[in-house]
């Protein structure tokens, strides 16, 4: 296929979350992360869209949560289907206009037509919103000229809320899906999107692949759409046979009832010490490592070309924190944080996740890490009984 005319994103600008407990977010993010809260819906708006909301901000990650105020509104509708998720993701583009007519023509289905808003110095907001594969979450498309007000009907608090980002957050890193079949995304990414294909890689955890123990096992197929310009990434996923329903990948869509985002991606300057002191000052669990995952690390870093790191394995080790790529003295470091619903002990919280990573010059997704994290949820889940 012809490389499409770009649709002018210039960022992904916030993720918009649905959940059942706005103060437990809130909680979550400003006591837990350390996101400051910037601002909070205004009464009109909450009877206008019949949901409260509030915004939490650390580096360059802005999210909105809402939570439903009565029946009928957006958030109700969407958790009248799924737990807590996320269910429109929000992207900075430059002509506003320019990006509606592209989709037109390539046959997005729209939710709104362009809508306009000025703010009280006279800024202006344009803004859009498309139906996706993505399940119930949707596209909103925006264009800034000055506006101040961060959107609609919020008000902004005179000094932020809550937390300082003392654990360094940075921006989002990438977008991460799952589908019971991704084929129907990939194609709508590419010809309606206009996004072209980044990496790939498909596998089963260990008992599968080494035809031994072939009586359960969990494997994906993952794909990595981008935006060129903008470097906007999404990861998706699929199960992959044999042992369809008992894959994780199955496994969260039967959770999450449906297809959807998986967990977001956010960097930090320094993964040792924001994990470190993620663990010691909010108590914030992780997904585990094997111990022989750190007594192979020496041999795998020679084997992928890595040849030398800067952290102590023992300090790896120590705080589980993962590594991978494929060039000298280039590679990235990640972890992965427990769902939302073993965080917060409430099977409504959904089986979402975070991401933290640090690269250090590669811009790959821990292929070499994807095994172990899947060893590491199947793991979990054996243990709960759900395969």
Excluded: C
């Amino acid at each position: 296929m012809a490389k499409q005319e770009s649709l002018g994103i210039k960022a992904l600008e916030s993720i918009h979350w649905y959940v059942h407990d706005l103060e437990r977010s809130r909680q979550f993010y400003t006591k837990g992360l350390d996101f400051a809260e910037v601002a909070v819906s205004g009464p009109e708006l909450e009877a206008h869209g019949k949901q409260k909301s509030a915004l939490f901000q650390a580096g360059e990650i802005a999210l909105v949560v809402s939570q439903p105020v009565g029946e009928g509104g957006r958030a109700w509708r969407y958790l009248r289907k799924h737990p807590d998720g996320v269910g429109t993701l929000n992207f900075e583009v430059e002509d506003v206009e320019k990006t509606f007519k592209l989709l037109e023509q390539r046959g997005a289905t729209f939710i709104t037509d362009i809508q306009r808003f000025t703010d009280d110095a006279g800024g202006k907001l344009a803004f859009f919103s498309i139906t996706t594969p993505f399940g119930d979450t949707t596209f909103r498309f925006l264009q800034r000229n000055n506006y101040k007000s961060i959107y609609p009907g919020f008000q902004v608090h005179a000094q932020p809320k809550g937390g300082q980002n003392k654990y360094g957050f940075d921006k989002l890193d990438h977008v991460t899906s799952n589908f019971q079949t991704m084929k129907p995304m990939l194609l709508w990414m590419e010809h309606v999107m206009g996004f072209e294909k980044f990496w790939h890689i498909e596998f089963h955890t260990d008992d599968v692949a080494s035809q031994q123990k072939r009586d359960h096992g969990s494997g994906l197929k993952s794909e990595v759409m981008w935006d060129p310009k903008s470097g906007v990434k999404f990861a998706n996923n699929e199960p992959k046979f044999p042992f369809f329903k008992a894959s994780q990948i199955n496994i969260f869509n039967e959770d999450h009832r449906g297809d959807g985002v998986q967990h977001l991606a956010i960097t930090v300057k320094d993964i040792l010490t924001s994990v470190k002191d993620m663990r010691h000052n909010a108590g914030i669990q992780f997904m585990p490592t094997p111990g022989s995952y750190y007594d192979a690390l020496p041999d795998r870093i020679e084997r992928m070309g890595i040849k030398k790191i800067d952290e102590d394995i023992n300090v790896l080790r120590d705080l589980e924190v993962l590594i991978d790529g494929d060039k000298e003295r280039s590679y990235m470091l990640q972890i992965f944080m427990k769902d939302a619903a073993s965080l917060y002990k409430q099977a409504d919280a959904g089986p979402f996740f975070y991401e933290i990573i640090q690269r250090k010059g590669d811009q790959g997704f821990g292929g070499g890490n994807f095994r172990a994290l899947f060893e590491s949820i199947e793991r979990a889940q054996k243990a709960e009984g759900r395969v």
